[in-house]
């Protein structure tokens, strides 16, 4: 079990950056996968970034060239740095897992970009 507290969301002109941060209540060293999701209200939760223990990454087609994840072991946190910002990456995103645990969903965080 592993309790997962996002942070770092907001208001951003579209073009803006953000960088998003994860924190594990436990050490992540372990945990071969985790990933970054968005949701839309009224849509599905959608994976956008993941990377494994190794440091190999993947990304959805949508921020590929603009969003990059990175993980700090020593620190238990993920991150996800935002760059070029569209209206369309307006979102909830959460970290988990990937693929993800039902029980570790946290509250996300909240990114806006306006136009």
């Known amino acids: 079990q592993v309790q997962l507290v996002e942070s770092g969301g907001g208001l951003v002109q579209a073009g803006g950056s953000l960088r998003l941060s994860c924190a594990a209540s436990?050490?992540?060293?372990?945990?071969?996968?985790m990933g970054w999701y968005r949701q839309v209200l009224g849509k599905q939760r959608e994976l956008v970034a993941a990377?494994?223990?190794?440091?190999?990454?993947n990304y959805a087609d949508s921020v590929k060239g603009r969003f990059t994840i990175s993980r700090n072991n020593a620190k238990n946190t993920v991150y996800l740095q935002m760059n070029s910002l569209k209206p369309e990456d307006t979102a909830v995103y959460y970290c988990n897992e990937d693929p993800p645990q039902s029980n570790y969903w946290g509250q996300g965080t909240q990114v806006t970009v306006s136009s």
């Open positions: 436990r050490s992540i060293f372990s945990i071969n996968a």
């Open positions: 990377i494994v223990s190794g440091g190999s990454t």
